[in-house]
Protein backbone atom coordinates (compact mmCIF):
# COMPACT_ATOMS: atom_id res chain seq x y z
CA UNK A 1 0.00 0.00 0.00
CA UNK A 2 1.33 3.11 -1.23
CA UNK A 3 1.86 5.83 1.25
CA UNK A 4 0.39 9.41 0.60
CA UNK A 5 3.19 12.24 0.76
CA UNK A 6 2.80 14.30 3.81
CA UNK A 7 2.39 18.21 3.17
CA UNK A 8 5.43 20.10 4.21
CA UNK A 9 4.57 21.75 7.96
CA UNK A 10 3.60 25.49 8.45
CA UNK A 11 5.86 27.26 11.32
CA UNK A 12 2.60 28.37 13.55
CA UNK A 13 1.97 31.34 15.23
CA UNK A 14 3.77 31.59 18.31
CA UNK A 15 2.23 34.67 20.21
CA UNK A 16 4.94 34.25 23.26
CA UNK A 17 7.63 34.94 21.14
CA UNK A 18 5.91 38.56 20.02
CA UNK A 19 4.91 39.13 23.38
CA UNK A 20 8.46 38.43 25.03
CA UNK A 21 9.70 40.46 21.64
CA UNK A 22 7.39 43.64 23.00
CA UNK A 23 7.88 42.88 26.62
CA UNK A 24 11.98 43.15 25.57
CA UNK A 25 10.94 46.27 23.72
CA UNK A 26 9.51 48.21 26.54
CA UNK A 27 12.29 47.13 29.08
CA UNK A 28 14.44 48.80 26.87
CA UNK A 29 12.10 51.59 26.13
CA UNK A 30 11.92 51.84 30.02
CA UNK A 31 15.70 51.42 30.63
CA UNK A 32 16.24 54.35 28.16
CA UNK A 33 13.71 56.36 30.13
CA UNK A 34 15.02 56.18 33.55
CA UNK A 35 18.63 56.83 32.47
CA UNK A 36 17.46 59.91 30.36
CA UNK A 37 15.27 61.40 33.70
CA UNK A 38 18.21 60.80 35.72
CA UNK A 39 20.43 62.56 33.74
CA UNK A 40 18.15 65.63 33.48
CA UNK A 41 17.57 65.14 36.84
CA UNK A 42 21.38 65.44 37.78
CA UNK A 43 22.05 68.38 35.11
CA UNK A 44 18.62 69.89 36.63
CA UNK A 45 20.55 69.43 40.67
CA UNK A 46 24.26 70.51 39.08
CA UNK A 47 22.39 74.05 37.62
CA UNK A 48 20.92 74.81 40.92
CA UNK A 49 24.40 74.18 42.42
CA UNK A 50 25.70 76.16 40.16
CA UNK A 51 23.23 79.29 39.92
CA UNK A 52 23.17 79.02 44.22
CA UNK A 53 27.39 79.15 44.11
CA UNK A 54 27.05 82.13 41.69
CA UNK A 55 24.78 83.84 43.86
CA UNK A 56 26.55 83.47 46.88
CA UNK A 57 29.97 84.88 45.15
CA UNK A 58 27.73 87.87 44.61
CA UNK A 59 26.87 88.41 48.08
CA UNK A 60 22.92 86.55 48.06
CA UNK A 61 21.82 83.90 50.85
CA UNK A 62 20.93 81.14 49.40
CA UNK A 63 19.66 78.08 51.92
CA UNK A 64 17.55 74.91 52.17
CA UNK A 65 17.32 71.59 53.69
CA UNK A 66 19.02 68.65 51.86
CA UNK A 67 17.45 68.72 48.02
CA UNK A 68 15.42 65.70 46.78
CA UNK A 69 14.82 64.45 43.35
CA UNK A 70 11.44 63.45 42.15
CA UNK A 71 8.71 63.91 38.95
CA UNK A 72 9.13 60.44 37.14
CA UNK A 73 8.61 59.47 34.86
CA UNK A 74 6.30 62.70 33.51
CA UNK A 75 9.28 65.55 34.41
CA UNK A 76 12.43 65.87 36.29
CA UNK A 77 12.01 67.79 39.60
CA UNK A 78 14.23 68.97 43.06
CA UNK A 79 12.52 69.87 45.69
CA UNK A 80 14.05 72.31 48.23
CA UNK A 81 12.70 72.08 51.45
CA UNK A 82 12.60 75.36 54.06
CA UNK A 83 14.48 77.75 50.63
CA UNK A 84 15.35 80.80 51.61
CA UNK A 85 16.81 83.86 49.47
CA UNK A 86 18.33 87.06 50.54
CA UNK A 87 19.88 89.85 48.10
CA UNK A 88 22.64 91.29 49.38
CA UNK A 89 22.68 94.76 51.24
CA UNK A 90 24.02 97.26 48.71
CA UNK A 91 22.61 95.76 45.77
CA UNK A 92 19.39 96.59 43.72
CA UNK A 93 17.10 94.47 46.04
CA UNK A 94 19.05 95.49 48.96
CA UNK A 95 17.08 93.96 52.12
CA UNK A 96 14.48 92.10 50.48
CA UNK A 97 14.22 88.41 51.39
CA UNK A 98 11.88 85.15 50.25
CA UNK A 99 11.38 82.24 51.95
CA UNK A 100 9.15 79.37 51.48
CA UNK A 101 8.19 76.04 53.18
CA UNK A 102 8.78 73.97 49.72
CA UNK A 103 10.61 75.32 46.64
CA UNK A 104 10.13 72.36 43.84
CA UNK A 105 12.29 73.01 40.54
CA UNK A 106 10.88 71.09 37.66
CA UNK A 107 11.80 70.75 33.52
CA UNK A 108 9.16 69.02 31.60
CA UNK A 109 9.83 66.61 28.84
CA UNK A 110 7.87 68.91 26.25
CA UNK A 111 9.56 72.09 27.24
CA UNK A 112 13.59 71.34 28.30
CA UNK A 113 13.98 75.26 27.60
CA UNK A 114 12.20 76.09 30.14
CA UNK A 115 12.38 76.04 33.81
CA UNK A 116 9.53 75.72 36.07
CA UNK A 117 10.06 76.79 39.60
CA UNK A 118 6.69 76.08 42.24
CA UNK A 119 6.53 77.01 45.71
CA UNK A 120 3.81 75.63 47.96
CA UNK A 121 2.93 76.58 51.43
CA UNK A 122 3.16 79.34 54.10
CA UNK A 123 5.77 81.78 52.39
CA UNK A 124 7.22 85.17 53.89
CA UNK A 125 8.70 88.19 51.92
CA UNK A 126 10.78 90.08 54.21
CA UNK A 127 12.05 93.95 53.77
CA UNK A 128 13.97 96.13 55.90
CA UNK A 129 12.95 93.55 58.46
CA UNK A 130 9.09 93.97 57.63
CA UNK A 131 7.55 90.55 57.21
CA UNK A 132 4.25 90.03 54.96
CA UNK A 133 3.26 86.54 54.67
CA UNK A 134 1.40 85.37 52.12
CA UNK A 135 0.31 81.88 50.94
CA UNK A 136 -1.30 80.99 46.97
CA UNK A 137 -3.08 78.02 45.73
CA UNK A 138 -0.85 77.94 42.53
CA UNK A 139 2.31 80.13 42.83
CA UNK A 140 4.83 79.22 39.81
CA UNK A 141 7.30 81.09 37.56
CA UNK A 142 9.09 79.90 34.40
CA UNK A 143 12.18 81.20 34.08
CA UNK A 144 14.05 80.99 30.25
CA UNK A 145 16.64 78.32 30.19
CA UNK A 146 17.80 79.40 26.40
CA UNK A 147 21.54 81.00 25.72
CA UNK A 148 20.12 84.07 23.99
CA UNK A 149 17.31 84.83 27.07
CA UNK A 150 17.17 87.97 28.24
CA UNK A 151 19.09 87.84 31.88
CA UNK A 152 17.50 87.62 35.09
CA UNK A 153 14.16 87.06 32.91
CA UNK A 154 11.05 85.05 34.91
CA UNK A 155 7.31 85.24 34.35
CA UNK A 156 5.27 84.75 37.70
CA UNK A 157 1.62 83.64 38.07
CA UNK A 158 -0.23 83.12 40.86
CA UNK A 159 -3.66 81.88 41.99
CA UNK A 160 -5.71 82.62 44.63
CA UNK A 161 -2.87 84.87 46.49
CA UNK A 162 -3.29 85.83 49.82
CA UNK A 163 -1.21 88.81 51.18
CA UNK A 164 -1.05 89.33 54.73
CA UNK A 165 -2.56 87.61 58.13
CA UNK A 166 -5.06 85.51 58.20
CA UNK A 167 -7.96 87.74 59.58
CA UNK A 168 -6.54 90.48 57.19
CA UNK A 169 -5.60 89.27 53.91
CA UNK A 170 -5.77 90.61 50.67
CA UNK A 171 -6.38 88.00 48.09
CA UNK A 172 -5.84 88.35 44.53
CA UNK A 173 -7.66 85.92 42.14
CA UNK A 174 -5.27 85.98 39.69
CA UNK A 175 -1.61 87.66 38.93
CA UNK A 176 1.39 87.85 36.61
CA UNK A 177 4.49 89.27 36.46
CA UNK A 178 6.76 89.50 33.97
CA UNK A 179 10.44 90.82 34.74
CA UNK A 180 13.28 91.24 32.66
CA UNK A 181 16.64 92.62 34.30
CA UNK A 182 20.06 92.84 32.91
CA UNK A 183 23.24 95.21 32.12
CA UNK A 184 21.85 97.63 29.62
CA UNK A 185 23.80 99.44 26.97
CA UNK A 186 23.32 102.92 26.63
CA UNK A 187 19.51 104.02 26.76
CA UNK A 188 18.23 100.78 27.09
CA UNK A 189 16.27 99.66 30.31
CA UNK A 190 17.84 97.79 33.37
CA UNK A 191 14.98 96.34 34.67
CA UNK A 192 11.59 96.11 33.07
CA UNK A 193 8.47 94.77 35.12
CA UNK A 194 4.75 94.58 33.91
CA UNK A 195 1.87 93.47 36.34
CA UNK A 196 -1.55 92.65 36.30
CA UNK A 197 -3.85 91.97 39.07
CA UNK A 198 -7.18 91.15 38.29
CA UNK A 199 -9.64 90.51 41.19
CA UNK A 200 -8.66 92.38 44.34
CA UNK A 201 -10.53 91.79 47.31
CA UNK A 202 -9.52 94.41 50.40
CA UNK A 203 -10.32 92.93 54.13
CA UNK A 204 -11.46 96.66 54.70
CA UNK A 205 -14.76 98.55 54.31
CA UNK A 206 -13.68 101.70 51.68
CA UNK A 207 -16.33 103.76 50.10
CA UNK A 208 -15.31 102.87 46.58
CA UNK A 209 -16.05 99.07 47.51
CA UNK A 210 -13.87 95.96 48.88
CA UNK A 211 -13.47 94.77 45.38
CA UNK A 212 -10.73 95.94 42.83
CA UNK A 213 -11.67 94.73 39.60
CA UNK A 214 -7.91 95.15 37.84
CA UNK A 215 -5.27 97.04 38.36
CA UNK A 216 -1.76 96.63 35.89
CA UNK A 217 2.01 98.48 35.70
CA UNK A 218 3.83 98.80 32.94
CA UNK A 219 7.48 100.31 34.48
CA UNK A 220 11.28 100.57 33.22
CA UNK A 221 14.45 101.26 34.76
CA UNK A 222 16.66 103.33 32.79
CA UNK A 223 20.33 103.66 33.18
CA UNK A 224 22.14 100.88 34.80
CA UNK A 225 22.97 100.77 38.61
CA UNK A 226 26.50 101.18 39.97
CA UNK A 227 27.38 98.40 42.23
CA UNK A 228 29.94 97.96 44.98
CA UNK A 229 29.00 101.12 46.99
CA UNK A 230 26.30 102.50 49.75
CA UNK A 231 22.94 102.58 48.92
CA UNK A 232 23.00 106.45 48.99
CA UNK A 233 25.66 107.21 46.92
CA UNK A 234 24.58 104.33 44.34
CA UNK A 235 21.54 106.59 44.01
CA UNK A 236 23.68 109.46 43.67
CA UNK A 237 25.88 107.71 40.79
CA UNK A 238 22.78 106.50 38.97
CA UNK A 239 20.85 109.97 39.30
CA UNK A 240 24.19 112.41 37.87
CA UNK A 241 24.24 109.45 35.22
CA UNK A 242 21.00 110.51 34.22
CA UNK A 243 18.91 107.75 35.24
CA UNK A 244 15.38 107.21 35.81
CA UNK A 245 12.14 105.68 36.22
CA UNK A 246 9.42 104.95 33.39
CA UNK A 247 5.78 104.70 34.51
CA UNK A 248 4.95 103.68 31.16
CA UNK A 249 1.04 102.66 31.84
CA UNK A 250 -0.50 102.25 35.13
CA UNK A 251 -4.10 101.64 35.27
CA UNK A 252 -7.03 100.95 38.03
CA UNK A 253 -10.89 99.95 37.68
CA UNK A 254 -12.18 99.99 40.93
CA UNK A 255 -15.95 100.26 41.36
CA UNK A 256 -17.16 103.41 39.43
CA UNK A 257 -13.41 104.65 39.01
CA UNK A 258 -11.31 104.12 35.65
CA UNK A 259 -8.20 105.36 35.99
CA UNK A 260 -4.69 105.74 33.83
CA UNK A 261 -1.12 107.35 34.39
CA UNK A 262 1.85 107.76 32.67
CA UNK A 263 4.77 109.11 34.00
CA UNK A 264 8.69 109.82 34.27
CA UNK A 265 10.52 109.90 37.23
CA UNK A 266 14.05 110.65 39.27
CA UNK A 267 15.98 111.70 42.05
CA UNK A 268 15.99 115.37 42.74
CA UNK A 269 19.17 116.99 44.95
CA UNK A 270 17.63 115.49 48.12
CA UNK A 271 17.54 111.77 46.12
CA UNK A 272 13.73 112.32 46.57
CA UNK A 273 11.45 111.33 43.53
CA UNK A 274 10.86 113.91 41.40
CA UNK A 275 8.66 113.83 38.18
CA UNK A 276 6.12 114.61 36.51
CA UNK A 277 3.24 112.69 34.19
CA UNK A 278 -0.50 112.59 33.19
CA UNK A 279 -3.66 111.09 34.76
CA UNK A 280 -6.74 110.25 33.28
CA UNK A 281 -9.79 109.41 34.98
CA UNK A 282 -13.21 108.16 34.48
CA UNK A 283 -15.41 108.73 37.93
CA UNK A 284 -13.48 111.22 39.49
CA UNK A 285 -15.90 112.94 41.71
CA UNK A 286 -16.59 109.20 43.36
CA UNK A 287 -12.58 108.92 43.45
CA UNK A 288 -12.55 112.24 45.27
CA UNK A 289 -14.95 111.13 47.68
CA UNK A 290 -13.19 107.53 48.64
CA UNK A 291 -10.00 109.50 49.08
CA UNK A 292 -11.56 112.36 51.61
CA UNK A 293 -13.34 109.89 53.54
CA UNK A 294 -10.15 107.53 53.70
CA UNK A 295 -8.32 110.87 54.93
CA UNK A 296 -5.69 110.69 51.99
CA UNK A 297 -7.28 114.00 50.97
CA UNK A 298 -7.97 117.40 53.24
CA UNK A 299 -11.04 118.59 52.75
CA UNK A 300 -10.22 122.24 51.74
CA UNK A 301 -8.39 120.15 48.33
CA UNK A 302 -11.48 117.75 48.01
CA UNK A 303 -14.04 120.47 48.05
CA UNK A 304 -11.69 122.44 45.37
CA UNK A 305 -11.52 119.33 43.57
CA UNK A 306 -15.58 118.47 43.65
CA UNK A 307 -15.80 122.20 42.32
CA UNK A 308 -13.27 121.81 39.35
CA UNK A 309 -14.08 117.83 38.30
CA UNK A 310 -17.28 119.20 35.91
CA UNK A 311 -15.63 121.89 34.28
CA UNK A 312 -12.64 119.62 33.57
CA UNK A 313 -14.66 116.47 32.71
CA UNK A 314 -14.78 115.64 29.00
CA UNK A 315 -16.71 113.20 26.55
CA UNK A 316 -15.12 110.04 26.08
CA UNK A 317 -14.68 109.41 22.49
CA UNK A 318 -15.38 105.74 23.01
CA UNK A 319 -18.69 106.07 24.01
CA UNK A 320 -17.55 105.92 28.05
CA UNK A 321 -18.34 107.99 31.04
CA UNK A 322 -16.75 111.34 31.00
CA UNK A 323 -13.58 111.63 31.92
CA UNK A 324 -10.74 114.30 33.24
CA UNK A 325 -7.43 114.92 32.13
CA UNK A 326 -4.54 116.45 34.68
CA UNK A 327 -1.39 116.59 34.48
CA UNK A 328 0.27 115.28 37.65
CA UNK A 329 4.05 116.59 39.30
CA UNK A 330 5.91 115.48 42.27
CA UNK A 331 8.30 117.82 43.63
CA UNK A 332 9.59 118.03 47.31
CA UNK A 333 7.87 115.37 48.10
CA UNK A 334 4.18 116.43 47.15
CA UNK A 335 2.12 115.00 44.85
CA UNK A 336 0.20 117.54 43.15
CA UNK A 337 -2.42 116.99 40.18
CA UNK A 338 -3.23 120.42 37.93
CA UNK A 339 -0.86 122.22 40.57
CA UNK A 340 -3.40 120.87 43.47
CA UNK A 341 -1.64 119.48 46.01
CA UNK A 342 -2.80 115.58 46.61
CA UNK A 343 -0.32 114.11 49.15
CA UNK A 344 2.66 114.96 51.19
CA UNK A 345 5.27 111.81 50.79
CA UNK A 346 7.43 110.22 53.07
CA UNK A 347 11.07 111.13 53.25
CA UNK A 348 13.08 108.20 51.56
CA UNK A 349 16.01 106.94 53.84
CA UNK A 350 18.65 105.77 51.31
CA UNK A 351 21.16 105.01 55.00
CA UNK A 352 18.57 102.93 56.24
Same mark, same amino acid.
Given at each position: ?213 ? =????? #? /??? $? &????? %?? @?? !?? +? ?23 ? =????? #? /??? $? &????? %?? @?? !?? +? ?70
Amino acid at each position: MTRKPQAPRRRGYRPGRLLLGLALLLALLGAGHAMLWRLAAERLEQGFQRWAELRRAQGWQVTHAPPQRGGWPLSASLTLPGFRLAAPPGGLFGGLAWQAATVRLRILPADLRTLQVEARGPQRLIADSRELPFVADRLSAALPLAENAPPDSARIMAHQLRLGPPAGAVTVTEAEATLNGGSPAEGDASLTLALTLNGVTLPWALPLGRQVEA =ASLEM #A /LMG $A &LPGGQ %AP @TR !RA +AAWRDAGGSLELRALTLHWGEVAAS =AAATL #A /LDA $A &LQPTG %AG @TL !RV +AGAAQGLEALSEAGLLPARTASLGRSLVPLMARPDPAGGPPQIEVPLTLEDRTLAAARIPLLRLPTIDWAR
